[in-house]
């Protein structure tokens, strides 16, 4: 069964870096987009960064300049580092795979594969 299983999530300070990472198991895809999402309380779900198999990508303009993702496919996982975090990042953080995918799954809500969720909450 596939599984996307993340971590790195916490509580931090404005200002401070974390970086969330998203395993991948029982796999059986070669191409395939990831992407992480967000979630706060009385919002929308709306995606962060999401990167292709080609690694072409996507990034919020919210988060443009802070935030990097990346992947190392012979591990089967994929990163977010999150730097100078501010309050509105506060949310919980969900990773996604889609097979076959683009970057452009961070515009769309159907995808084939998520993670748990991690919560990230940034005090002022």
């Known amino acids: 069964q596939v599984q996307l299983v993340e971590s790195g999530g916490g509580l931090v300070q404005a200002g401070d870096s974390l970086r969330l990472s998203c395993t991948i198991s029982g796999f059986d895809y070669d191409y395939y987009a990831v992407g992480w999402f967000r979630q706060a309380p009385g919002k929308k779900r709306e995606g962060v960064s999401c990167?292709?198999?080609?690694?072409?990508?996507y990034y919020a303009d919210s988060v443009k300049g802070r935030f990097t993702i990346s992947r190392d496919n012979a591990k089967n996982a994929f990163y977010l580092q999150m730097n100078s975090l501010e309050p509105g990042d506060t949310a919980v953080y969900y990773c996604a795979a889609d097979p076959w995918g683009s970057e452009q799954i961070c515009e769309r809500t159907l995808i084939d594969y998520w993670g748990q969720g991690a919560q990230v909450t940034v005090s002022s």
């Open positions: 990167m292709g198999s080609d690694d072409s990508t």
